[in-house]
């Protein structure tokens, strides 16, 4: 039942006393396995990898050879809520990520409309990375056997293919979700194997796309100027998702409170030293009116530097590894999002319940991979990646807003990290997600509105009534 000092109605929130009972004397409790350096990895494996390898294609003919600072703010907005995060995440250190932050600072409506924001981040990302990885998978092929998987077979409806479907896509999405349900731990150790794989490649594609660097390929360097640096930022943010999904494993963390501060901040430092590198070699080995189109783009970078096929075949082979990677540890974050709000009474119970061999949401793994292989195999990537970006920065604005509202209310608690020049920071983390929200397409406003108005009605329908701080609960 809800404290009377924790709000009412739709404004109820769930106390931080209660969320620390509840994550250590209730029943569905995950296992603590993660060490400091694997969820570093989980935070650099859930983002380096996404965009990187594929939005160039789609950012540079925006911004040209400008790109450079289109990143550089997308990298400014994500560490300026990453430090918002590691507050957070080290005062409140639950698995929920930002919706169990929004229960417990805004209240129970705002935090079930941060939920469906963080599907869209999580289960959506992970189906539009899985399209990516398709293909590269075509590109490595292609590069050492000469074959092909058919259009038909390897794209969705609307991607060029006709009526298709995106077979590669679908088959990663269920690996991984074996992965999963093998048990955190070991997923966590695979993730760590292959995030030193991409950082590797990604180093190698830097050093050789270095050699090839010209000042001719920087010229015009802005010829859309601000308009169009702009526009690529909100593009790019797409590239930096993901580093909340450290704050997703505040449950299963060693020492959560200094551990997740560490993991957030560090995975931050490495993501954005990667794509600056790989950013400033690749638009100085290319000119940038020939980024359009290209879907292997890093790969025919290297093909072309080099004048050899070997380069573009590791790097089309660790960007297999590597998409497989960040499909891996954002498919992990969903089913924590949902187990939080299935423990919480908003969505059906099945979404916390734990096998009690390995205490992972076996469940909960199963019905979120079978969802998201349906959006990987039967929707394109343009259609995914603006939603994501959409969901992303709201998700994160609320953080940030989260951060002030318990710096208020709850001034007293421990903090295993606090954000430096508040509340300048937080604010400035606010400001700088707005404007990358207003630099999207209004077509990605509109599937958004009517995602929250969805969600809106399975509140008052469904979950109000069973939250487990209605008084007068209904169970299922």
Not at 233 to 244: A, E, V, W, Y
Request: charged share 10%.
């Amino acid at each position: 039942m809800s404290d009377p000092g924790n709000g009412s109605g739709l404004l109820r929130r769930k106390s931080i006393s209660d969320i620390a009972a509840l994550e250590t004397t209730g029943e569905g409790r995950l296992k603590r396995s993660i060490t400091t350096f694997q969820l570093t990895c989980i935070g650099v494996g859930s983002t380096v990898g996404t965009g990187i390898f594929f939005i160039f294609s789609s950012a540079v003919p925006v911004a040209g050879p400008a790109v450079i600072f289109s990143f550089v703010i997308a990298a400014v907005t994500a560490g300026l809520t990453a430090l918002c995060y590691a507050e957070l995440a080290s005062s409140i250190p639950a698995s929920g990520s930002t919706y169990t932050y929004t229960y417990t600072t805004i209240g129970e409506f705002v935090a079930i409309l941060v939920g469906a924001c963080l599907i869209l981040e999580y289960g959506v990302s992970t189906a539009a990375v899985s399209v990516l990885w398709s293909q590269y998978l075509n590109d490595l092929l292609d590069r050492t056997v000469g074959l092909r998987i058919p259009d038909v077979l390897s794209h969705a409806p609307g991607d060029g293919a006709g009526f298709g479907v995106n077979l590669p896509a679908i088959v990663l999405v269920a690996l991984c979700a074996v992965l999963l349900i093998r048990g955190t731990s070991e997923s966590a150790r695979a993730n760590a194997v292959m995030v030193v794989i991409k950082i590797g490649i990604l180093a190698m594609f830097a050093i050789v796309g270095f050699t090839g660097f010209s000042l001719e390929n920087l010229e015009p360097f802005a010829p859309f100027g601000v308009a169009g640096v702009g526009a690529a930022s909100g593009l790019i943010f797409f590239s930096f998702i993901g580093l909340d999904a450290v704050s997703t494993a505040g449950e299963e963390v060693h020492n959560p409170k200094r551990t997740l501060p560490i993991a957030l901040i560090s995975a931050l430092v490495v993501v954005t030293l990667i794509y600056l590198l790989v950013t400033m070699s690749a638009i100085g080995a290319q000119k940038y009116t020939e980024f359009e189109g290209q879907e292997a783009g890093l790969a025919e970078i290297l093909q072309y530097v080099t004048g050899s096929s070997w380069p573009s075949i590791v790097l089309s082979a660790g960007a297999v590894v590597s998409i497989f990677s960040v499909t891996l540890v954002t498919l992990y974050g969903q089913t924590r999002i949902l187990f939080a709000m299935s423990r919480d009474g908003l969505i059906p119970t099945v979404f916390s319940q734990v096998n009690p061999r390995s205490l992972a949401p076996v469940k909960n793994t199963i019905i979120v991979a079978f969802f998201v292989s349906l959006l990987a195999g039967f929707l394109p990537l343009d259609f995914l990646a603006d939603l994501v970006s959409m969901g992303t920065l709201v998700a994160f604005i609320v953080v940030s807003a989260g951060v002030i509202i318990l710096r208020r209310r709850e001034p007293n608690i421990e903090r295993g990290f606090k954000v430096p020049l508040y509340p300048v920071l937080p604010i400035l983390s606010i400001c700088a997600c707005l404007y990358l929200i207003s630099t999207l397409h209004i077509q990605t406003w509109i599937l958004f509105a009517v995602w929250l108005a969805a969600t809106s009605v399975l509140y008052f329908t469904y979950s109000r009534r069973r939250s487990t701080l209605e008084p007068n609960r209904l169970q299922g």
